[in-house]
């Protein structure tokens, strides 16, 4: 006797037929994964070149500016000529030079008035110093008038102060005339050798620096003779 059954009464197991799409799913994932991996990794090496490429640049800029700055001597030597010329300003702060004095005295001597001699007392820079002259006048009249000189000349005015004629006395020898002493302040100004160093002048005489001064006993206008006392 024949049995039969009918398909539909028989389970049949529907796993078999969801496997396929979670695979795909699974694939898909790893896809992207992959994906995400590369990009990161292309980043992470763009970002690496461009750090080694800035460093590149930033070490050549540094070289070039070290040879621009760099000239073969070292930095001590800079140095050691450095405080050889701040000694050098400082020794020439303190020197002190008559070039500009002698074409002043010169410029307001009168015609008959002579100056046979010439001294002062130096002082420290910051301080005036004292100038003495002994000279000789035909008349007391003659002396008033050398004594106005000093207020006419502008640069007189300007770097000479307390002017004072004193031991007026009558010469009694064959020339006759009278005998007189002038003391005045200079202002360190005029004495300092740097005014000549920093601001030349070729046309001004009294800026003209010569090696040495040779100041004779009597020349024009009885030109003075140096004593330092």
Request: cysteine-free; hydrophobic content about 35%; overall charge neutral.
């Amino acid at each position: 006797m024949y049995n039969s059954t009918d398909n539909k009464f028989i389970p049949h197991d529907d796993r078999q037929h969801n496997s396929p799409r979670w695979a795909n799913v699974g694939v898909l994932l790893a896809i992207i994964i992959f994906i995400v991996s590369l990009a990161l990794a292309g980043a992470a090496y763009f970002l690496r070149k461009n750090a080694e490429k800035s460093a590149s640049f930033y070490e050549q800029s540094l070289a070039q500016s070290k040879t621009r700055f760099e000239t073969g001597l070292p930095i001590h030597t800079f140095q050691e000529f450095d405080a050889r010329l701040k000694a050098a300003k400082e020794i020439l702060s303190k020197h002190k030079t008559f070039t500009a004095v002698f074409p002043l005295i010169e410029r307001i001597t009168l015609k008959n008035v002579q100056f046979k001699s010439f001294s002062y007392n130096e002082t420290d820079s910051e301080k005036k110093n004292t100038i003495r002259l002994f000279g000789s006048a035909p008349d007391y009249k003659t002396v008033a008038e050398q004594s106005d000189q000093f207020s006419k000349d502008e640069e007189a005015r300007r770097y000479v102060s307390n002017v004072i004629f004193s031991n007026l006395s009558v010469n009694t020898g064959n020339s006759g005339g009278i005998n007189f002493e002038i003391s005045f302040e200079v202002d360190p100004e005029l004495l300092s050798y740097n005014r000549y160093l920093m601001f030349p002048k070729i046309n001004d005489p009294a800026n003209i620096l010569p090696s040495t001064i040779d100041v004779p006993d009597q020349g024009r206008n009885g030109a003075p003779v140096i004593k330092n006392q």
